[in-house]
């Protein structure tokens, strides 16, 4: 049972480039989402979705897309990588009935560095 | 949508002593209430969390209280440890919600 996984670990982007994040997780999971931390900062919310097929903006979506196309897996876009996205960025992932019913679980982090 | 806040945004204290963690949110429907701890260049993991049908939880040092009346709940780690170096994170999530919205974080320094 390896949780949530998300590759790469670390990325390096010019400015312009495009790529994508991968997540997935095997915990059969209903909820899953992404999340950007920037240095000292706080955990906030890109993108999220309770289902396949299902996904939804959060705080700061702007700059990135997402698909749900199974449970198991929520890649990350950048579209046209900007040195404001410099970021480590988390997936996470959590049961969801109509709500959430408790933890929700990380993965280790991808550290995305945009020059 | 929930408006979160922590306080304080800093802690330091020496090690043996008390520390105490206040989320205060906005939304009376919130109903699970969780404290996420990250450790320096790691994930956020659940340290220990409440629901709303009870007071207080303890797990070992660590508990956490609710006030619903008041709409704030607070983390207290007793007998603090180097370990508990970290920035702790409240969640409160209200019922049926889709949006986790996180505190800005509380850095808590433990001074031996």
Redesign the interface.
Known sequence: NAGVTQTPKFQVLKTGQSMTLQCAQDMNHE?M?W?RQDPG???R?IH?S?GAGIT?Q??VPNGYNVSRSTTEDFPLRLLSAAPSQTSVY?CAS?Y?S???A???F????SRLTVL | GENVEQHPSTLSVQEGDSAVIKCTYSDSASNYFPWYKQELGKRPQLIIDIRSNVGEKKDQRIAVTLNKTAKHFSLHITETQPEDSAVYFCAPIIQGAQKLVFGQGTRLTINP
Do not use: C, P
């Open positions: 909820y989402s999340y900062m706080g955990l919310l999220y309770v939804d959060g705080e988390f959590s969801f109509g709500g959430f408790g933890e929700l990380f993965g280790e982090g």
